[in-house]
């Protein structure tokens, strides 16, 4: 069974930093592109940031553009999104996302695979 499982998210104070990270299991993902997505209370899920197979090709939301940073780590199966200067406005439910297509996931939002999850929220 294929899953992705988010780690790392819980409650900080604005300007604070947090590292969610996203294990899969069940397959390799390694020729995947990989992104993360979030959620808060009564909006829409929105894109984070998603990173190319290699590694050598990331995006981001203009919202968190030069706070969060994407990664991976294809010997651990693992992605990883750094999160700096957090504000409350950060605060929602963050999903990791694998798909083989990294323009897909970044102009659709749409993937093949999903984590359940993980909530992140920041106080003022």
């Known amino acids: 069974q294929v899953q992705l499982v988010e780690s790392g998210g819980g409650l900080v104070q604005a300007g604070g930093s947090l590292r969610l990270s996203c294990a899969a299991s069940?397959?390799?993902?390694?020729?995947?592109?990989k992104g993360w997505f979030r959620q808060a209370p009564g909006k829409e899920r929105e894109f984070v940031a998603v990173?190319?197979?290699?590694?050598?090709?990331?995006n981001y939301a203009e919202s968190v553009k030069g706070r969060f940073t994407i990664s991976r780590d294809n010997a651990k199966n693992t992605v990883y999104l750094q999160m700096n200067s957090l504000k409350p406005e950060d605060t929602a439910v963050y999903y990791c996302?694998?798909?083989?297509?990294?323009?897909?996931?970044?102009?659709?939002?749409?993937?093949?695979?999903w984590g359940q999850g993980t909530q992140v929220t920041v106080s003022s």
């Open positions: 996302a694998a798909d083989q297509s990294y323009g897909t996931m970044l102009s659709s939002g749409e993937a093949g695979y």
């Open positions: 069940g397959r390799t993902f390694s020729n995947y592109a």
């Open positions: 990173i190319s197979t290699s590694g050598r090709s990331t």
